[in-house]
């Protein structure tokens, strides 16, 4: 089984840019589709950015398109977020999750077989 190790996050104005990233143990990442999700207390969890197995490929929410980048090093079982231009909307407590299948459908994070990493807190103030 993966365990999912998160870093980064914290607080910035908006504007600002901030870097998420988790590092696997326990098994390689390569044969999973990674993802990033986030959460507002009270809120329902909501899909933020994913990549395919290789990298080559990368989805992402309609409000965080353009602003952010998810990137993935199989070599260093390494999945990565740069946050730009942040908003204070973006504000929420973000997972690293991975998922055992090749398919987006659902995207990682998105079914009860996936796993989590313990969440960072991004905030963002005006």
């Known amino acids: 089984q993966i365990q999912l190790v998160q870093s980064g996050g914290g607080l910035v104005q908006a504007g600002g840019s901030l870097r998420l990233s988790c590092a696997a143990s326990g098994r390689t990442l390569s044969s999973s589709t990674m993802g990033w999700i986030r959460q507002v207390l009270g809120k329902e969890r909501e899909f933020v950015a994913a990549v395919s197995l290789t990298g080559a490929t990368a989805y992402y929410e309609d409000s965080v398109k353009g602003r952010f980048t998810i990137t993935r090093d199989n070599a260093e079982d390494t999945v990565s977020q740069q946050m730009n231009s942040l908003k204070p909307t973006d504000t929420a407590v973000y997972y690293c999750?991975?998922?055992?299948?090749?398919?987006?459908?659902?995207?990682?994070?998105?079914?009860?077989?996936?796993?989590w990493g313990e969440g960072s807190q991004v905030t963002v103030s005006e």
């Open positions: 999750a991975a998922a055992i299948r090749t398919t987006m459908n659902p995207y990682p994070g998105g079914s009860a077989d996936d796993c």
